[in-house]
């Protein structure tokens, strides 16, 4: 009888212990993936065609930002200024749908190098999923000063967090600053991505859309 009861509890130990070990967490990044990209969409509204370039033309993020603030300075563009266009804008055509069938099968948290007052208005429409981003410094009169990070490779680190409480980590994304996060991650799959990108990093899952990432994600949901 006492034997039963041991193999019973070990087989009870071992199913919870592969239960565990079988949650998933999905890591997305947010502009491109799943709304659309702010600067491109700054620069389209202001005309100041130098804020287009994005973390799919700029590898070093911190060079990039040096260079958006350059120009919101030069321009006298202030915060105010920037959200005044973002609340204009609306995710990406059928992203609410993906992210709520996402947030159905997953633990979904958006890792972002956007920053938490630009984020506000999309994040509404998306639902408030979970959001690591950034902060900015702003100055009295509503001109952004400068950016202040939440870490280094907040991205990659977040994914290492996750699978230290063992979560099994998806993650997706777009961009040069979405790389680390894919790498580290269990399984990396990219979505919009421009060919330049996906062709550097042939090792991960490539999608063009959302039907063909839900296809993907639900293979190795399987």
């Known amino acids: 009888m006492h034997l039963v009861l041991w193999c019973f509890m070990q087989w009870v130990h071992v199913s919870q212990s592969e239960e565990v070990m079988s949650l998933k967490i999905v890591c997305s990044d947010l502009e491109g993936v799943l709304v659309p990209e702010v600067w491109i969409s700054v620069a389209q509204a202001t005309g100041i065609e130098a804020l287009k370039l994005t ?18 300075r030069k321009h006298r563009l202030s915060l105010a200024d920037i959200v005044k266009v ?4 609306k995710p990406l055509p059928g992203a609410l749908e993906f992210l709520s069938w996402l947030r159905s099968e997953f633990q979904v948290v958006i890792l972002s190098d956007t920053f938490y007052e630009f984020a506000a208005p999309l ?11 950034h902060r900015l410094k702003v100055d009295a009169d509503g001109f952004i000063e400068d950016y202040i990070i939440r870490q280094k490779q907040p991205k990659k680190k977040a994914v290492k967090a996750f699978q230290q409480l063992n979560y099994t980590v998806l993650a997706m994304g ?3 600053n979405d790389i680390d996060m894919l790498k580290e991650a269990d399984r990396g799959f990219f979505i919009h991505a421009p060919e330049s990108i996906r062709a550097q990093f042939p090792e991960f899952t490539s999608t063009c ?8 994600l639900v293979q190795v949901h399987c």
């Open 55 to 72: 973390t799919r033309d700029i590898e070093d993020y911190d060079q990039l930002m040096q260079y958006r603030l350059e120009h919101l």
């Open 86 to 89: 973002i609340e204009s804008l």
């Open 123 to 133: 994040m509404r429409q998306l639902g408030y999923p979970t959001l690591l981003c």
């Open 174 to 176: 777009d961009s040069f």
């Open 209 to 216: 859309n959302y039907q063909e990432l839900k296809r993907a």
